[in-house]
Structure formats: structure tokens, C-alpha cells
């Protein structure tokens, strides 16, 4: 048995791995980080206030290149091209579009320097098709097209990516595996105080998060509600995060609104073991780990159909909404009005939910279809041809 058969080597390229671009930066550097790539190639975004990232960490080699905030990334290629031969791997892995980066890997795949594996991480989804329309038409002619057209095969997160990608008219393969998470090992049920009934919003700041809205269906039924607070993490759109502070002091919402910007460690697990509910009034996400979060918290969920969570209705561990302002005023009293008794075991099945997404389980499945890939095994029940 040869080495690819064994565990094929792959380079994960990618636009960022600063955790303030959002849910791929982490979920890419865990894949890797649990030994099912090895290799991380990076743009260096340093107009976000990123450092470069270059080094070794939980086993990973990365390797970051600067950009220039007003070309946007692109001299990104030409920084790389000229070591084309230092990352030829068997797997080739590319995480998100429309950015430099994909160009990147399909030169890689033209030279010969490995098969071409492209999750879209939700950027071909309807709803994130019609942001910046424009300049994405012109991508999309310029190199998006031909670069997914060349790919070997697709990965997605959910039945619902999928979809996408085949309406779009792409033949190749696509695995279909979640993303995972590192279980929390906490397994007592969770302490559920009387009281404050405490909502936790944690996300990139972003209009298709829907928070605004979320902040307004509060404000509509405030006298009917039970006492109530948020607590909102993350950052982002700056303007879009003013907006809405803005729209909780004109609404009088203020003081039951806290903003922590964005939070990891001690300080997130913090507002997960506080938090009643976990919301998140996403227009559209391709995934959304901050759900399995939750879940994992035992922290019932509210999302919307969105996402690809209706498991959350299937086994009672939350509500599955439709996205907007009208389904947001009739679902939060419903939600307000729930028991610690009714939330203590919504949380117990949540916590039961988030086990089948281990990274053990994730991990062997990339595994299965990096290896098919590469021309070995047969054919992963997981795997649409």
C-alpha cells in the first residue's frame, strides 16, 4: 500500500486564516490541524489587521504572502508562482471564491502539482450570488468559471451546497461532508438559572446576518415580552455594526443590549454558559458552525431555513424559521416564552445532535474521499457523482 493510498499530502489555499474573516478561517484550520492536510498556503490580508502567518502550529505548515490593500489581493499569484514546485501535493484543497487565491490552485493544478478540490463555502449560494453582483459577473467571466470548471471534484457542507453547485452546471463529484467540531466534553446538563432570559448572537457582523432585523422584532414587543437580554459577539462591517447600535438606542433598547465584538477562549465559553438561547437570523450560510456551537453547549437554537438546520425541528433542540422581520416578531415571544425545564432538555438533544459532528467522524470521511480522489477505494456513500 503506497503513502497516497495511506493519507495523501494536501495543501489547503486559502484567503485568510485570520479569524475575523468569518466561520472558514476556522473550520479550515482545524481540517488541518487534525492531520487531514498538512499544508495551509495564505494571503496575508493585511489591510484587515492581520500579521503574516508563517510557521508552524498543531502540525500545520503555513505559509503566508503579503498583499496590498488596494489591489485587493491580487498580487497574491505573483508572489507564488514563482515556487509553484514547493507545494505540489497530491490533494490540492481551495476554500471560497471569487479572490485570487483560486487562481492560485488551479495553476497549481495546471502544472501538474496536485488534483483540484473546491468548497465554495457558501459563496454560490443565491442569496451571497446577488451582494456585488456586478463585480462578481465579471470575476466569474474572467477566471471563476474556467477555474470550477477545471476542478477535479467539489466538496460541500451540506445537501443544500450541493444543489447549488449542480444548478449551476457542474458534473464533477461532490463530497458532501460537515464541518466538525471539537466537542466540549462537558456532559452534565447545563444550569439553567430563573431570571434575565438571557440571547446570544455570535457571528461576523454583516447585513445577511440578519441582526438588525433581530434588534427590531425585539423592539416591536418589548411591553409583551418577559425580561429579556443580548449579548452580541463579533465583528465586521463596521457601518453595518453602528446601524445597528444605532437602532437599538433609537428603539430604547439599549440597556438590554451588551456588545463584546470578537470573542474566543475564556471569554466566548463564558457567554455560552450564561446564554438561554443562541440566535441567529441568517438570510443565508452554507453551514454555520456557531450553531453546532451551541448545540454542543447544550444552548437551544434559533435559526432560519437559510441555513441547512432543520434538524434543529426535527429533534426539538430549537426553531427553524423562515429569514426576515415578520418571522422574527412572531417567533421570539414563542421563544421568550419557553421554561428552563423545556430549555434544560432541548439542550440535552442539541447536546446529543453535536456528537455526530466529532471531528473524529468528520475527519475519516475527508479522508475516504481525498483517497478516492487520488484513485483508491471505492466510491464514499457521501460522495454525489
Given at each position: 500500500?503506497?503513502?497516497?493510498?495511506?493519507?495523501?499530502?494536501?495543501?489547503?489555499?486559502?484567503?485568510?486564516?485570520?479569524?475575523?474573516?468569518?466561520?472558514?478561517?476556522?473550520?479550515?484550520?482545524?481540517?488541518?490541524?487534525?492531520?487531514v492536510g498538512h499544508r495551509i498556503?495564505?494571503?496575508?490580508?493585511?489591510?484587515?489587521?492581520?500579521?503574516?502567518?508563517?510557521?508552524?502550529?498543531?502540525?500545520?505548515?503555513?505559509?503566508?504572502?503579503?498583499?496590498?490593500?488596494?489591489?485587493?489581493?491580487?498580487?497574491?499569484?505573483?508572489?507564488?508562482?514563482?515556487?509553484?514546485?514547493?507545494?505540489?501535493?497530491?490533494?490540492?484543497?481551495?476554500?471560497?471564491?471569487?479572490?485570487?487565491?483560486?487562481?492560485?490552485?488551479?495553476?497549481?493544478?495546471?502544472?501538474?502539482?496536485?488534483?483540484?478540490?473546491?468548497?465554495?463555502?457558501?459563496?454560490?449560494?443565491?442569496?451571497?450570488?446577488?451582494?456585488?453582483?456586478?463585480?462578481?459577473?465579471?470575476?466569474?467571466?474572467?477566471?471563476?468559471?474556467?477555474?470550477?470548471?477545471?476542478?477535479?471534484?467539489?466538496?460541500?457542507?451540506?445537501?443544500?451546497?450541493?444543489?447549488?453547485?449542480?444548478?449551476?452546471?457542474?458534473?464533477?463529484?461532490?463530497?458532501?461532508?460537515?464541518?466538525?467540531?471539537?466537542?466540549?466534553?462537558?456532559?452534565?446538563?447545563?444550569?439553567?438559572?430563573?431570571?434575565?432570559?438571557?440571547?446570544?448572537?455570535?457571528?461576523?457582523?454583516?447585513?445577511?446576518?440578519?441582526?438588525?432585523?433581530?434588534?427590531?422584532?425585539?423592539?416591536?414587543?418589548?411591553?409583551?415580552?418577559?425580561?429579556?437580554?443580548?449579548?452580541?459577539?463579533?465583528?465586521?462591517?463596521?457601518?453595518?455594526?453602528?446601524?445597528?447600535?444605532?437602532?437599538?438606542?433609537?428603539?430604547?433598547?439599549?440597556?438590554?443590549?451588551?456588545?463584546?465584538?470578537?470573542?474566543?477562549?475564556?471569554?466566548?465559553?463564558?457567554?455560552?454558559?450564561?446564554?438561554?438561547?443562541?440566535?441567529?437570523?441568517?438570510?443565508?450560510?452554507?453551514?454555520?458552525?456557531v450553531v453546532l456551537e451551541a448545540?454542543?453547549?447544550?444552548?437551544?437554537?434559533?435559526?432560519?431555513?437559510?441555513?441547512?438546520w432543520e434538524v434543529l425541528e426535527?429533534?426539538?433542540?430549537?426553531?427553524?424559521?423562515?429569514?426576515?422581520?415578520?418571522?422574527?416578531?412572531?417567533?421570539?415571544?414563542?421563544?421568550?416564552?419557553?421554561?428552563?425545564?423545556?430549555?434544560?432538555?432541548?439542550?440535552?438533544?442539541?447536546?446529543?445532535?453535536?456528537?455526530?459532528?466529532?471531528?473524529?467522524?468528520?475527519?475519516?470521511?475527508?479522508?475516504?474521499?481525498?483517497?478516492?480522489?487520488?484513485?483508491?477505494?471505492?466510491?464514499?456513500?457521501?460522495?454525489?457523482?
Amino acid at each position: 500500500m503506497d503513502q497516497v493510498e495511506l493519507n495523501p499530502t494536501v495543501l489547503h489555499v486559502v484567503p485568510s486564516v485570520n479569524s475575523l474573516t468569518g466561520g472558514p478561517s476556522e473550520s479550515v484550520t482545524q481540517l488541518a490541524s487534525e492531520n487531514v492536510g498538512h499544508r495551509i498556503l495564505s494571503q496575508d490580508n493585511q489591510w484587515r489587521g492581520e500579521i503574516a502567518h508563517e510557521g508552524k502550529w498543531a502540525g500545520i505548515t503555513a505559509k503566508g504572502y503579503p498583499s496590498l490593500r488596494k489591489l485587493r489581493g491580487f498580487d497574491f499569484p505573483f508572489s507564488v508562482t514563482k515556487n509553484f514546485p514547493e507545494f505540489a501535493s497530491d490533494i490540492i484543497h481551495s476554500h471560497g471564491l471569487w479572490m485570487a487565491h483560486s487562481i492560485i490552485a488551479d495553476g497549481l493544478r495546471a502544472k501538474g502539482n496536485g488534483l483540484h478540490v473546491v468548497s465554495p463555502r457558501g459563496m454560490l449560494e443565491a442569496y451571497s450570488l446577488k451582494r456585488s453582483a456586478l463585480q462578481k459577473r465579471v470575476v466569474w467571466k474572467c477566471f471563476q468559471q474556467r477555474v470550477l470548471s477545471n476542478a477535479n471534484a467539489f466538496h460541500a457542507t451540506s445537501e443544500t451546497e450541493a444543489d447549488n453547485i449542480r444548478r449551476l452546471g457542474f458534473p464533477q463529484p461532490i463530497g458532501i461532508i460537515p464541518n466538525g467540531i471539537v466537542l466540549s466534553g462537558n456532559t452534565a446538563s447545563k444550569k439553567r438559572h430563573e431570571g434575565t432570559f438571557r440571547l446570544f448572537f455570535m457571528s461576523r457582523i454583516d447585513k445577511k446576518k440578519g441582526l438588525l432585523e433581530l434588534i427590531e422584532s425585539l423592539a416591536d414587543q418589548t411591553e409583551d415580552l418577559p425580561d429579556w437580554s443580548l449579548s452580541i459577539a463579533g465583528k465586521g462591517d463596521d457601518d453595518y455594526e453602528q446601524l445597528c447600535r444605532d437602532k437599538a438606542q433609537q428603539v430604547g433598547l439599549k440597556d438590554r443590549i451588551s456588545w463584546h465584538g470578537h470573542v474566543s477562549g475564556e471569554a466566548k465559553e463564558a457567554l455560552f454558559q450564561k446564554a438561554d438561547v443562541f440566535v441567529l437570523p441568517t438570510y443565508s450560510e452554507n453551514f454555520g458552525n456557531v450553531v453546532l456551537e451551541a448545540l454542543d453547549h447544550q444552548v437551544p437554537v434559533m435559526t432560519t431555513t437559510g441555513t441547512p438546520w432543520e434538524v434543529l425541528e426535527q429533534e426539538n433542540c430549537g426553531w427553524y424559521i423562515e429569514p426576515g422581520l415578520g418571522s422574527l416578531r412572531q417567533a421570539m415571544p414563542r421563544v421568550l416564552a419557553t421554561s428552563r425545564e423545556e430549555l434544560r432538555e432541548m439542550g440535552v438533544r442539541g447536546k446529543e445532535v453535536a456528537k455526530d459532528y466529532s471531528w473524529e467522524s468528520v475527519r475519516s470521511k475527508f479522508l475516504q474521499f481525498y483517497r478516492w480522489i487520488c484513485g483508491h477505494g471505492e466510491v464514499p456513500s457521501f460522495v454525489r457523482i
